[in-house]
């Protein structure tokens, strides 16, 4: 499996960005996708993942209502759309898929991005 990230980039706080990842290697459709974060000086966090199909999804606190995971299966493309950003959202963001169920485990995640960083200014 090969994750592509793409879309960061500096944004004013108040305002959007959305994230792409490319899948390939396997059956994207067959796979959980999730997003994660790494801010500067912090451990990598979980942000969002929706299921296989992409009818469930499940959000960081932090996150939810301003954050959107949404796949198309047909492109092999899994997206995260961020509005209402904040400074605090300044970081690298990961794609990570994985067999199995939704889950917001760092290590539950075998297959993993390089992380496309964003920077939220005041």
């Known amino acids: 499996v090969q994750l592509q990230a793409s879309g960061g980039g500096l944004v004013q706080a108040g305002g959007s960005l959305s994230l792409s990842c490319a899948f390939s290697?396997?059956?994207?459709?067959?796979?959980?996708m999730a997003w994660f974060r790494q801010a500067p000086g912090k451990e990598r966090e979980f942000v969002a993942a929706?299921?296989?199909?992409?009818?469930?999804?499940h959000y960081a606190d932090s996150v939810k209502g301003r954050f959107t995971i949404s796949r198309d299966n047909a492109k092999n493309t899994v997206y995260l759309q961020m509005k209402s950003l904040e400074p605090e959202d300044t970081a690298a963001y990961y794609c990570?898929?994985?067999?199995?169920?939704?889950?917001?485990?760092?290590?539950?995640?075998?297959?993993w991005g390089q992380g496309t960083l964003v920077t939220v200014s005041s």
């Open positions: 929706i299921s296989w199909s992409g009818d469930s999804t």
């Open positions: 290697g396997r059956t994207f459709s067959t796979y959980v």
């Open positions: 990570a898929a994985r067999k199995s169920i939704m889950s917001d485990s760092l290590k539950a995640y075998g297959y």
